[in-house]
Structure formats: C-alpha cells, structure tokens
C-alpha cells in the first residue's frame, strides 16, 4: 500500500482568476515564455489545448535537473476556474504512483487568489512530501501573475 500526500497553498495575486486559468487551460506552452528559467516548453501531444482528455508534455528544470513529466488533462472547470493535470510519465513518476496538479483560481475583491493543491501516492515512506514542487508552482504563479499585469493579460 502506497503513502498518500497532499500539500496545498492559496498564491495571492493581482490579475483576474479568469485571465490566469486560461494561460494554464489555452495557452500553458507560452508560460515558457514568462517562466524561462523554469519551462523550457510545453508541448501537446494528443487532443486539443484546454480539452479534458489531451495528453501534454512540460519540459522544466527543477532542483538543479532539467526534467519532465507528460500529464493529462483530467478535469476543466470553466465556471470555477480550475483544471486537473494528472501526471502519466516522466520524472515524477520515478518517486509517485500517482501524482495530480490541480489548479483553482478565485476570484477577489481586487485580484483573486491561485490555490494549488498537489496530491500524490508516494512509492514509498522514505520519499519526502512534495513541498518543493509546492514552491516551484508558486514561483510560476507569482511570474505568471507579473508578466499577465505588464502585457494587461496578453502573453
């Protein structure tokens, strides 16, 4: 039987949860555009951008490696602004059994707010929690969230 994780955090920021889901829904290979010393590309393998069921590929350099993970859309939520990515290959799945992004972008007064929510079945105990993929989403989302004011949402 595996070890079940889940780490989790809410990234305030300044542009509009609907601007920020669609990059991540529509347009996840220009973040390598935005985040260039972190995606190198993303690439789409099967079915269309933003579609459940599609099967994509992100190339990115994490923890000193350049890496990657191919994942499938699992789940779009237009009218909540989220999407599951559930990855299928890669260098994640050296470590997990099962690993799932899911992003949820809420909606504020002024900004929204980004929540990630990263859950895995680790291969093992001896595997740590999954905090530094945490940050390294964080750290995107913060980018995202600075290159989405200066273009004024165009990327």
Not at 97 to 118: A, E, M, R, T
Request: a negative charge.
């Amino acid at each position: 039987m595996g070890v079940y994780g889940k780490v989790e955090m809410a990234v305030p920021i300044r542009a509009s949860a609907s601007k920020f889901h669609e990059i991540f829904k529509n347009r996840p290979h220009h973040i390598s555009n935005v985040s260039t010393d972190k995606i190198q590309g993303v690439d789409l393998h099967e079915g269309e951008w933003g579609k459940v069921g599609s099967i994509i590929t992100w190339r990115y350099f994490h923890n000193g490696k350049a890496r990657a993970t191919k994942e499938i859309v699992e789940a779009v939520d237009e009218e909540n602004n989220s999407i599951t990515f559930k990855v299928i290959g890669g260098d994640l799945t050296e470590k997990y059994k099962n690993f799932k992004f899911n992003l949820h972008c809420i909606p504020q007064d002024k900004g929204s707010v980004i929540h990630w929510c990263l859950q895995y079945e680790k291969l093992h105990d001896a595997i740590p929690d999954s905090h530094d993929m945490l940050d390294f989403c964080v750290d995107i989302s913060k980018e995202l969230d600075a290159h989405l004011l200066e273009n004024n949402g165009e990327s």
